[in-house]
């Protein structure tokens, strides 16, 4: 049975040089000069783009903070307080209203309240829809809450400090609900501690007096201090690895000078936790609650996932789609460049013909009586594709034919090549 052979693939034109006898042609030696100077330009611009390209997806792996604008609200809900009794003793409204009269059992009736935090992220002014995420739950921008309920313990045994921290398979919530029962005053102590990326830290006044800062990520603070370490030229004028402190940073440094890789492990010890967000709510249960929670705004340092979006379809889809783009004209070109260097062949065959067709004639059928002897292998020197007395001279590789016979060999060995 006969095995059918694969197609051979065709193969691409990349060269898109022109060959050097233009810029000998006076007239064309000033629009070759001009395309040789596009490629260069050409291979300056994919270089660049190539190490933008490279740039964003380095950025794609780090976190790129950015400020979110957090609002909190705090509210309440009333049920079964004294101006909500009726004559006849039934609660007709609010939270647990059931229409019956008070339960001890059940606990229906008795005077209570809900206080309510919830939370979200502001949208970022004049985004486009198609560019919105999907918004994070108010549980995953905090990581611990403690909710301080100022009350007598005797008259109310029930817990007064209810703390929640965030753990790693808790269901993602908009809000918290406490529930007390109760129908005094009572004031309300709300502490935050936020989730924020990178992880901020509140720098000690010491080293914070020095850079300008009071809370910071600790890469920011590392880049705060290298900043004000080249300000003031601080680095060893020899060995530029070594940064010697000047008289704000000598307390800081100890006096002696330090090793830049060590900057990090220095900083450290000037990092705090950051302070808690507090929040004040006051709790009346004998007054109609506010028809409107309060409103607190908090900034938070966040990863910028719209810009992180953008940037991925900046450098992978646009990218591919730029890259067929650029390979589709790159083989127009070549093949340009390739008809045009036919022609040129063409061109000088013709005018060398025209200017001495005998002399023309006579090199041309020397030069086809050089192939044939290649490709059949005879000739004067029993088997060689050369006379010997002519391969001793140099001028014998300078013919005219020479390179025409060349192109002719390497096209018949590239076609074998393609046909395997």
């Given at each position: 049975m006969d095995v059918q052979k694969p197609a051979a693939k065709k193969r691409k034109l990349t060269d898109k040089n022109l060959p050097n006898a233009f810029l000998q042609l006076p007239e064309f030696s000033a629009d070759s000069q001009m395309y040789r100077d596009l490629l260069d330009m050409e291979r300056r611009l994919d270089w660049t783009m190539t190490r933008k390209r490279v740039e964003v997806q380095d950025a794609l792996m780090r976190i790129i903070p950015t400020a979110r604008t957090l609002r909190i609200f705090l509210s309440h809900t009333v049920s079964g307080q004294a101006w909500q009794q009726t004559g006849d003793g039934v609660v007709p409204g609010g939270e647990g209203d059931a229409g019956v009269n008070p339960s001890p059992e059940t606990g229906e009736g008795i005077p209570a309240w809900a206080f309510k935090i919830e939370g979200r992220l502001l949208e970022i002014p004049n985004q486009r829809a198609k560019d919105r995420s999907p918004p994070r739950k108010f549980s995953t921008l905090i990581k611990?809450?403690?909710?301080?309920?100022?009350?007598?313990?005797?008259?109310?045994?029930?817990?007064?400090?209810?703390?929640?921290?965030?753990?790693?398979?808790?269901?993602?919530?908009?809000?918290?609900?406490?529930?007390?029962?109760?129908?005094?005053?009572?004031?309300?102590?709300?502490?935050?501690?936020?989730?924020?990326?990178?992880?901020?830290?509140?720098?000690?006044?010491?080293?914070?007096?020095?850079?300008?800062?009071?809370?910071?990520?600790?890469?920011?603070?590392?880049?705060?201090?290298?900043?004000?370490?080249?300000?003031?030229?601080?680095?060893?004028?020899?060995?530029?690895?070594?940064?010697?402190?000047?008289?704000?940073?000598?307390?800081?440094?100890?006096?002696?000078?330090?090793?830049?890789?060590?900057?990090?492990?220095?900083?450290?010890?000037?990092?705090?936790?950051?302070?808690?967000?507090?929040?004040?709510?006051?709790?009346?249960?004998?007054?109609?609650?506010?028809?409107?929670?309060?409103?607190?705004?908090?900034?938070?340092?966040?990863?910028?996932?719209?810009?992180?979006?953008?940037?991925?379809?900046?450098?992978?889809?646009?990218a591919s789609e730029t890259a067929r783009d650029l390979a589709k004209l790159d083989d127009e070109i070549a093949l340009h460049v390739q008809s045009l260097n036919n022609a040129h062949l063409k061109r000088e065959f013709l005018r060398a013909f025209a200017d001495d067709p005998r002399e023309f004639i006579q090199t041309w059928l020397a030069s086809q009586s050089r192939d044939l002897e290649s490709v059949l292998g005879s000739g004067p020197s029993e088997g060689a594709t050369a006379r010997q007395e002519d391969l001793k001279r140099s001028e014998f590789f300078r013919l005219p034919w020479v390179e025409e016979a060349v192109a002719v060999q390497e096209g018949m060995r590239l076609s074998a090549k393609a046909a395997m």
């Open positions: 611990q809450m403690v909710v301080e309920l100022d009350r007598d313990v005797t008259l109310y045994p029930e817990g007064n400090i209810v703390e929640w921290v965030r753990g790693p398979n808790q269901p993602q919530l908009d809000g918290f609900t406490i529930r007390r029962k109760g129908d005094t005053p009572t004031k309300i102590r709300v502490i935050l501690h936020l989730e924020q990326s990178p992880e901020q830290y509140k720098v000690h006044p010491e080293l914070g007096n020095i850079l300008g800062l009071k809370e910071e990520s600790r890469t920011g603070v590392v880049q705060a201090l290298w900043n004000y370490i080249k300000l003031q030229g601080l680095q060893d004028k020899v060995d530029r690895r070594m940064v010697r402190p000047d008289a704000h940073l000598y307390p800081i440094f100890g006096g002696e000078p330090v090793v830049f890789q060590h900057l990090p492990e220095l900083v450290d010890r000037y990092l705090l936790p950051p302070d808690p967000i507090v929040l004040h709510y006051t709790l009346n249960p004998g007054m109609v609650p506010p028809e409107k929670p309060g409103a607190w705004d908090i900034e938070v340092k966040l990863d910028d996932t719209h810009l992180k979006s953008r940037m991925n379809t900046v450098a992978v889809q646009m």
